[in-house]
T-cell receptor, first 113, second 112 residues
């Protein structure tokens, strides 16, 4: 199956700093998603981004499918950005399909005030 | 709008006892439904997925089973829990329009 690796595993930043989280995947994908798990365990879908660039407020994501990586950018970090960020990818997956996403192990981000 | 409900939020069960976790989705029909487990630490592991009533696929052999008795209901069960079944269980569904995967709030299961 597909392998998904995230880096760095841990990241500690001061409030206001910018950060870049990386996700590498081992094969061609047609589904790539980013999630944020808050300290209470809730997983929030940030982006569906199998290719290209998307932005949502202070967050943006870029996937270069041909080079098998995706990046999540967080600008002007806030303490509420703390938590674990997961990347997940699938090779054959669609809303009508049945293959599940393979998750990376996540990046644990701590934003200090 | 679509919502996903999962309960209970926390559960403490003795070894050998049965388990039933329920998940329901509102505001959509015929969703693809998933059960994931997150062990202490981080990674999420896909346990089961379902594309329709009575259709269950298992990703890993284990002590657990899943059922889908109704279109928007997904149940995770065990006849006899093991210590290794402890973890954070998450139900999820896929929105076919956006292709996004959305999670319920999860159940923290402790088997003692």
């Amino acid at each position: 199956g597909i392998q998904v690796e995230q880096s760095p595993p841990d990241l500690i930043l001061q409030e206001g700093a910018n950060s870049t989280l990386r996700c590498n995947f081992s094969d061609s994908v047609n589904n790539l998603q980013w999630f944020h798990q808050n300290p209470w365990g809730q997983l929030i879908n940030l982006f569906y981004i199998p290719s290209g660039t998307k932005q949502n407020g202070r967050l943006s994501a870029t996937t270069v499918a041909t080079e098998r990586y995706s990046l999540l950018y967080i600008s002007s970090s806030q303490t509420t950005d703390s938590g674990v960020y997961f990347c997940a990818a699938a090779l054959r997956y669609s809303g009508g399909g049945a293959d599940g996403l393979t998750f990376g192990k996540g990046t644990h981000l701590i934003i200090q005030p | 709008s679509q919502t996903i409900h999962q309960w209970p939020a926390t559960l403490v069960q003795p070894v050998g006892s049965p388990l039933s976790l329920e998940c329901t989705v509102e505001g959509t029909s015929n969703p693809n439904l998933y059960w994931y487990r997150q062990a202490a630490g981080r990674g999420l592991q896909l346990l089961f997925y379902s594309v329709g009533i009575g259709q269950i696929s298992s990703e890993v052999p284990q002590n657990l089973s899943a059922s889908r008795p109704q279109d928007r209901q997904f149940i995770l069960s065990s006849k006899k829990l093991l210590l290794s079944d402890s973890g954070f269980y998450l139900c999820a569904w896929v929105d076919r329009g956006s292709e996004k995967l959305f999670f319920g709030s999860g159940t923290q299961l402790s088997v003692l």
